[in-house]
């Protein structure tokens, strides 16, 4: 059974720093591209950022040179460093796991339970 457990998120001031994790089962990891999506209140659920297992990484333009995403392999996990964190950061974050296209939502194969990040001012 495919699993994707999330982990850090939490509370933070504007400008502060938050770091998630999700740990995957190995053969999620190595054979999926890996991402991260949001869902702020009301709105639709968004791509935020994709690592693939050959090194490439993308970002969406709203979190384009705040965010990192990054994989440490000898644990099967990802991560995604926030910095400068703004309140229109604040949703529920889900990593995700995609054949492919791990930046659209309709082709993510396996989520995980989600995690919340709330940024106040």
């Known amino acids: 059974q495919v699993q994707l457990v999330e982990s850090g998120g939490g509370s933070v001031q504007a400008g502060g720093s938050l770091r998630l994790s999700c740990a995957a089962s190995r053969y999620t990891y190595s054979s999926y591209c890996m991402g991260w999506f949001r869902q702020a209140p009301g709105k639709e659920r968004e791509w935020v950022a994709s690592?693939?297992?050959?090194?490439?990484?993308y970002y969406a333009d709203s979190v384009k040179g705040r965010f990192t995403i990054s994989r440490d392999n000898a644990k099967n996990t990802l991560y995604l460093q926030m910095n400068s964190l703004q309140l229109e950061d604040t949703a529920m974050y889900y990593c995700?796991?995609?054949?492919?296209?791990?930046?659209?939502?309709?082709?993510?194969?396996?989520w995980g339970q989600g995690t919340q990040v709330t940024v106040s001012s």
């Open positions: 995700a796991a995609a054949s492919a296209r791990c930046y659209i939502v309709s082709d993510v194969r396996y």
């Open positions: 690592s693939y297992g050959g090194g490439k990484t």
